[in-house]
């Protein structure tokens, strides 16, 4: 096969190193003995000042936690073992809210990520966690003026307790499943965004999580309060250097939908391929309010994620956007989960996927329209492209239309490149690898153009660089 | 003016255990049309095919030469960075890959040493797309895709004076064009010319030459090249229709 592009697959393989694939290099300021156990989930509460009632809820959780069998419906998670993991590790005492504050090591972590960077460019406001706890948060004044709260969970639960009370573990409750009960016994960091009444960002807020070790855990807390009126967009964006043995994360996203107003969540995981991902997502939508879910999973070895809206006011309405790579010998077991229970409220599923070199991609869908919802609409699709004769894709749709008046459908494809496309992409020049990453770009680009800019040219970067080290296959 | 040559010489071509082409000798310079006539199965798209490298067909023997490159261990890309550009008869379309993406990825491919200028790339583009009579909102829509028959006949069209080629095989441009879409195609066919590029325009029938005079017509029957002439030799072959020449092949007469 042809060389003469290689240097450019070595410039964007180098790039791809300096801009994940390294350690920073920090002494934790604190850190918990590894396993997780009652004295553990005490000894964090401790260490975090938290008031009686979390530590309650903690200790609770972890005994759903201790109760519930590791799920293997889907991938195997036979190498989880949860007494090696470590589930508190706080890099650094401090937290600032000027990256001059930000100490060399990890504000240098930052500025190779490009966060502080992107916050200048585009955002609202900027949250960044290290490991167990967040390091940076910071909101521009005119949205402080105007009464929106954005900073890390910790600090949001020793400065507004009330708020953080009456919506904790209420959108997800640990005995959803058992990672969900891990992360309620053991969450740390995370972020807390609030927007008043009537109040609409008009640049994004971003939090971005950052992993540092091995057979380390990270269980961050996110809750959105997003007030009637009110609407914001918020990106997430995760990354990790590369071990040979697994880290674990476990976030809880509740997002409370209130009416007539409008949260978008883009998440951008690049995990590196040692991470098990297994996150709970899931908003609340009243009357008329609108969430949008885009979700680009690039990354991490094994990822479980299933982003669910449960339209509980009328004319409330969901978009869930999924674009997953599952290239090398990773498991992504992706979808969405929808409950109509108002009338006239509807929804959109839209999960495109790529399976190579032996990945596995699954979608796993569920979608109920409840007796009562009349007049609701769904539409499910999920498009799934295998690149070669070892990988696979599997589509495992739950659909329960409860309601006759209801609107339901659902669309599935599966596909392979065609070498006829190939062909006429390559009779206009186009190399052979290019023209194989164009065609796998067009299939996403459904959802990829929903993505923010600078995500998105990072997704296009890994598709080329990933068909790129695919070479000239058939 | 350039002054490049391409030269088919002696080529036969098999598909599977079928030899198609049996000894296709044409040369086209810069500037010139030629036409490739013949019947249905004759082996005109195997040419295209094969002048552009596509594997399904294998040169057994003979010589594809664009100067004095011989085109022989050349991959696809690189034959059309060559300068080779082929209209197919059914272009593939590609669900959303954008037109002026793809577009703008071919012409640096075939021009890595142009800086291209993207605004300007997209207005010559959208001037284009005016020009074939096509909706200016193609640029951001998926390669072909929903297009009919005819726009996308148009769209390679396009394409043809975009990229700037040295030599252009129209394979078909003709077929599924309406009256007007064919005028503008014979338009554009003659600015390529005047461009200098060396152009073929294989067809079945005589009707687009009506609008865009070759400077030599060939006649293909059976693999074979059965009769080359000038440009008049299309009406000739109109009135005689292909049946003349089933009796007994003609001795090819090149140039």
């Known amino acids: 096969m042809q060389k003469w592009n290689e240097n450019e697959v070595e410039e964007v393989k180098k790039l791809n190193e300096i801009k994940y694939d390294f350690v920073t290099n920090v002494k934790p300021a604190y850190q918990v ?73 990890i504000k240098d972590t930052f500025d190779k990520l490009g966060v502080p960077e992107m916050e200048k460019k585009y955002l609202a406001g900027s949250v960044a966690q290290l490991q167990s706890e967040g390091v940076y948060s910071r909101l521009k004044k005119q949205w402080e003026d105007k009464g929106v709260i954005f900073m890390d969970m910790d600090s949001a639960l020793q400065k507004y307790p009330d708020i953080v009370r009456e919506h904790f573990g209420k959108v997800v409750p640990p005995s959803d499943n058992k990672f969900a009960a891990l992360n309620t016994a053991a969450w740390s960091g995370g972020s807390f965004l609030y927007i008043p009444r009537g109040v609409s960002l008009d640049l994004p807020v971003q939090a971005y999580f950052r992993m540092n070790g091995a057979l380390e855990g990270q269980f961050e807390r996110t809750m959105i309060i997003a007030e009637p009126g ?126 190579g070199k032996g990945g596995m991609s699954v979608y796993r869908g569920q979608l109920r329209i409840n007796p009562g919802a009349y007049n609701s609409k769904a539409s499910v699709q999920c498009d799934a492209l295998i690149l070669d004769d070892i990988s696979k894709s599997n589509t495992y749709p739950h659909n329960e239309i409860l309601e006759e008046s209801a609107s339901f459908s659902h669309e599935a494809s599966v596909g392979k490149i065609s070498e006829e496309q190939v062909d006429y992409l390559m009779s206009r020049g186009i190399r052979e690898e290019d023209a194989r990453s164009l065609i796998v770009l067009g299939f996403l680009d459904d959802v990829l153009k929903e993505i923010p800019l600078e995500y998105s040219i990072e997704f296009n970067k890994l598709v080329k660089l990933e068909m790129n080290k695919y070479g000239a296959v058939g | 003016m350039d002054s490049n040559v391409l030269s088919i010489k002696n080529l036969r071509v098999s598909v599977g255990d079928k030899e198609i082409l049996k000894g296709v000798t044409i040369t086209v310079k810069s500037g010139e049309i030629h036409a490739l006539m013949g019947p249905n199965g004759t082996g005109k ?90 909706d200016s909102s193609f640029i951001d829509r998926g390669l072909n895709d929903g297009l009919s028959g005819g726009e996308k006949k148009r769209m390679e069209a396009l394409q043809m004076l975009i990229l700037k080629p040295k030599f252009i095989i129209l394979d078909e441009i003709d ?81």
């Not at chain 1, 964090?44 to 419906?73: G, Y």
């Not at chain 1, 674009?323 to 509807?346: C, E, M, Q, R």
């Not at chain 2, 605004?119 to 005016?130: G, P, R, T």
């Not at chain 2, 066919?189 to 005079?213: C, M, S, V």
């Open chain 2, 45 to 134: 798209s195997t040419l295209a095919h094969t002048i552009i490298g596509s594997l399904r067909y294998k040169v057994n023997s003979g010589e594809i030469m664009i100067n004095d490159i011989n085109l022989k261990d050349l991959q696809v890309y690189e034959r059309a960075r060559a300068g080779l550009f082929v209209a197919f008869q059914e272009p593939v379309s590609v669900q959303g890959l954008r037109f002026i993406n793809y577009l703008r990825t071919a012409y640096t491919s075939l021009h890595p040493e142009e800086r291209l200028e993207y605004k300007k790339f997209v207005e010559e583009v959208k001037e284009l797309l005016a020009y074939f009579g096509l």
């Open chain 1, 230 to 355: 009110a609407s914001v967009h918020y990106i997430e964006g995760c990354t990790a250097p590369t071990y040979s043995q697994y880290s674990l994360h476990a976030a809880i996203v509740e997002v409370y939908v209130k009416e007539g107003s409008k949260v978008r969540y883009t998440s951008v995981q690049n995990w590196s391929d040692n991470i098990i991902n297994g996150p709970t997502k899931r908003a609340w939508v009243e009357k008329n309010g609108r969430m949008e879910w885009v979700q680009g999973s690039l990354g991490s070895k094994i990822t479980m994620t299933y982003p669910s809206s449960i339209l509980r006011g009328e004319y409330a309405s969901t978009s869930n956007l999924n674009v997953a790579l599952g290239i090398g010998p990773v498991w992504k077991d992706n979808g969405a989960k929808v409950i109509h229970a108002a009338p006239n409220t509807s929804s959109k599923v839209v999960a495109k996927s790529i399976s």
């Open chain 1, 33 to 105: 003995q590894k396993g997780i156990s009652r004295s553990v989930i005490e000894e964090m509460s401790r260490e975090k000042k938290e008031p009686d009632w979390m530590r309650n809820i903690r200790l609770k959780a972890l005994e759903i936690f201790l109760s519930k069998p590791v799920p293997t419906w889907g991938p195997d998670l036979s190498e989880l073992n949860f007494d090696e993991i470590t589930y508190y590790i706080k890099p650094e005492d401090r937290k600032a809210n000027n990256w001059e504050d930000v100490p060399k090591e």
């Open chain 2, 175 to 255: 077929s599924g064009l309406d009256i007007d879409a064919l005028k503008v195609v014979s338009k554009a066919i003659g600015r390529a010319k005047e461009n200098g590029a060396g152009i073929i325009i294989i067809t079945h029938y005589q009707r687009i030459l009506d609008y865009i005079k070759p400077d030599y017509v060939h006649v293909l029957i059976n693999g074979r090249i059965a009769e080359s002439g000038s440009g008049d030799l299309a009406k000739l072959i109109e009135e005689r229709g292909y049946e003349y020449y089933r009796g007994g092949e003609i001795d090819a007469k090149v140039e």
